[in-house]
């Protein structure tokens, strides 16, 4: 094998990466898809050996959070247990602090997978976990309590957004893997205004959830009550709405998700028949880390 380099990806690159991708895409979607990086602030790097891409890594900012990027990365099977990935992180890692990252994290579905494994090696840990729920029935939902100081309502699509925000970052501000959206990510992500519900106790709103659909899959993301009024039933009355909406839309099997640290959450998930679906283990690794 003749000396491996290490060199900024280029277009040209796109159809032998596109060979490395999971799922497969073709070259011209790599191509979109690593442009659409670069131009989002991120980076990307290819590994050369034998005059042939033999692996790639790639970067990309972490939304909400300032400093942290999302790592990416493979090695073609046949350079795979000589050393060359851990060249390409080293590599990758020594030229962090200058594009001013001070941590990376990959997201993977197991631990004994071989990028976990790798990671591991390589003083990456474990932040957090993302556990998500899934429920199949909604034909036997629970009725909505008659609760009068309590209303789930809609709003016109400009005060939802910025409500949706400032409730967002009132709820989940206090945890450490808070990543808060901007008015323009709402803006650009929400399909329509009636998607976005709010509870109100009495006139002030203190809850939020974001209803997606795809046919006939629901997904309730994110989810939050303020964490003043939690304890006291609304994040039930206001799943229990949310489901009936998507019920009512012919969703007939939902999703949604909470961190493990989020007991409570994960409760009142099972308590209306969630059941654990699949989770996301977020390996991170200071950048500075020797």
Same mark, same amino acid.
């Given at each position: 094998m003749s000396t491996p380099t290490i060199r900024?990806?280029?277009?040209?690159?796109?159809?032998a990466l596109a060979a490395l991708s999971e799922p497969a895409r073709t070259p011209a979607q790599v191509r979109r898809a690593l442009a659409a990086l670069l131009d989002g602030g991120g980076h990307a790097w290819v590994l050369v050996a034998d005059d042939r891409v033999a692996g790639y890594a790639a970067l990309a900012p972490a939304p909400g959070l300032a400093g942290v990027g999302d790592l990416d990365g493979r090695i073609v099977p046949h350079y795979q247990r000589q050393g060359l990935g851990?060249?390409?992180?080293?590599?990758v890692?020594?030229?962090?602090?200058? $594009?001013?990252?001070?941590?990376?994290?990959?997201?993977?579905?197991?631990?004994? /997978? @071989?990028?976990?494994?790798?990671?591991?090696r390589h003083d990456f840990s474990v932040a957090h976990v993302e556990r998500t729920m899934r429920l199949e029935d909604l034909g036997r939902l629970p009725p909505l309590p008659v609760w009068p100081h309590l209303a789930v309502r809609t709003l016109p699509r400009a005060t939802a957004v910025a409500l949706f925000?400032?409730?967002y970052d009132h709820s989940f501000g206090p945890w450490p893997w808070y990543q808060p959206y901007t008015l323009a990510e709402v803006a650009a992500? $929400?399909?329509?205004?009636r998607d976005l519900q709010f509870l109100h106790l009495e006139? /002030? @709103?203190?809850?939020?959830a974001w209803l997606q659909q795809d046919g006939q899959a629901g997904i309730i993301e994110p989810f939050g009550v303020a964490p003043a009024q939690q304890g006291r039933g609304y994040g039930r009355y206001l799943l229990i709405a949310a489901l009936h909406t998507l019920a009512a839309r012919g969703v007939t099997a939902v999703q949604i998700s909470a961190w493990e640290q989020n007991q409570a959450a994960l409760r009142l998930y099972r308590s209306l028949g969630f059941r654990?679906?699949?989770?996301l283990t977020y390996l991170t690794r200071n950048v500075n880390a020797a």
């Open positions: 900024p990806y280029i277009p040209t690159d796109a159809a851990s060249r390409l992180l080293e590599r890692l020594a030229a962090l602090p200058a $594009l001013g990252y001070r941590q990376v994290t990959h997201a993977v579905a197991d631990l004994a /997978e @071989p990028a976990a494994r790798f990671l591991l925000c400032r409730l992500t $929400l399909a329509r205004a006139d /002030e @709103p203190v809850g939020f654990p679906h699949a989770a």
